[in-house]
């Protein structure tokens, strides 16, 4: 079986421990592809239809207002079928102590029996937020293993941790 890389991520203007800056991968992208490079996997790319704002303080009150609202954006795509995947590693941003809510479109799109999900996110001080219980909430049937976490100011040089953390994925939780 396959494994599948599939991720959410935001380019354009962020937010680096106090200074704006503009980038051309997000965060969370850059660390899909150490992952990805790593196990061989495929990707897949979980794009809104409409995109938030590339402008950052834009974007953060779109998030959060439908976060408030509890929407579920409509995607650009889905991957057909997740029949040849039994491992999928699940990325996203940290969005207001929460997973940006395309990845709940996502993920509530898809029967998860049988299926390890691999929850791994970058933040800005937040961490997992407990993200891991909510994705184990819908999934119903896979099992979810323990998540990584990644400061977003620091994934140029996290591909040791994320080593680390892909080593220790084995173990059954
Ligand atoms: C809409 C929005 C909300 C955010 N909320 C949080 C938050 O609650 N906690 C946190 O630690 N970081 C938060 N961040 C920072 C992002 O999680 C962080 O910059 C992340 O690395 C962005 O990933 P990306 O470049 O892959 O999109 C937020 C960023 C955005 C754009």
Request: aromatic share 12%; with cysteine; proline share 3%.
């Amino acid at each position: 079986m396959a494994k599948l890389v599939a991720f959410y991520s935001r380019a354009d203007e962020n937010y680096f421990g106090g200074q704006y800056r503009s980038i051309t991968v997000g965060n969370t992208e850059k660390v899909a592809n150490m992952i990805a490079k790593a196990i061989g996997g495929e990707q897949f790319k979980i794009e809104q239809k409409i995109p938030y704002a590339a402008d950052y303080q834009t974007c953060i009150q779109q998030a959060k207002a439908d976060k408030q609202a509890n929407v579920r954006p409509e995607l650009a795509a889905f991957p057909v079928s997740l029949d040849n995947y039994d491992e999928i590693y699940l990325g996203y941003p940290n969005y207001w102590g929460d997973m940006p809510m395309a990845v709940y479109t996502f993920l509530e799109a898809f029967d998860w029996t049988g299926k390890t999900i691999h929850p791994f996110c970058t933040h800005e001080g937040s961490g997992l937020s407990g993200t891991e219980r909510k994705i184990a909430r819908i999934c119903k049937g896979a099992r979810v293993t323990d998540g990584l976490a990644i400061c977003g100011s620091n994934v140029d040089r996290s591909t040791e941790t994320v080593r680390t953390w892909l080593s220790g994925q084995g173990d059954r939780k």
